[in-house]
């Protein structure tokens, strides 16, 4: 599966932006998905993740009330809708891809995911 994501851009903290991570290649229901990030001298980290149907959840204390992660498996995209952004969510953003035959379960950890996208800019400004 290939993924790309979009959405990304310069916003000022207390605003809003939503990313979209589209897959190709194979059927997305497959797959349970993921978003992480990395700032600039730091580590890639979890963000968020949802299960294949979109019933389970998990979010890194940092973003939670604060993200959103939802899924279409109809168009094979997961999405991020980003809230009350802080400059500290400043960081290239990925999406990730993991085949499971589990439908209900989410992944937190990098290394659980197979297939990854290029990443999405986002600045925010203070």
């Known amino acids: 599966v290939q993924l790309q994501a979009s959405g990304g851009g310069l916003v000022q903290a207390g605003g809003s932006l939503r990313l979209s991570c589209a897959a190709y290649?194979?059927?997305?229901?497959?797959?349970?998905m993921a978003w992480f990030r990395q700032a600039p001298g730091k580590e890639r980290e979890f963000v968020a993740a949802?299960?294949?149907?979109?019933?389970?959840?998990d979010y890194a204390d940092s973003v939670k009330g604060r993200f959103t992660i939802s899924r279409d498996n109809a168009k094979n995209t997961v999405y991020l809708q980003m809230n009350s952004l802080k400059p500290e969510d400043t960081a290239v953003h990925y999406c990730?891809?993991?085949?499971?035959?589990?439908?209900?379960?989410?992944?937190?950890?990098?290394?659980?995911?197979?297939?990854w996208g290029h990443g999405t800019q986002v600045t925010v400004s203070s």
């Open positions: 290649g194979r059927t997305g229901a497959l797959y349970a």
């Open positions: 990730a891809a993991r085949r499971t035959y589990y439908s209900s379960r989410s992944y937190t950890g990098e290394h659980e995911y197979d297939y």
């Open positions: 949802i299960s294949r149907s979109g019933d389970s959840t």
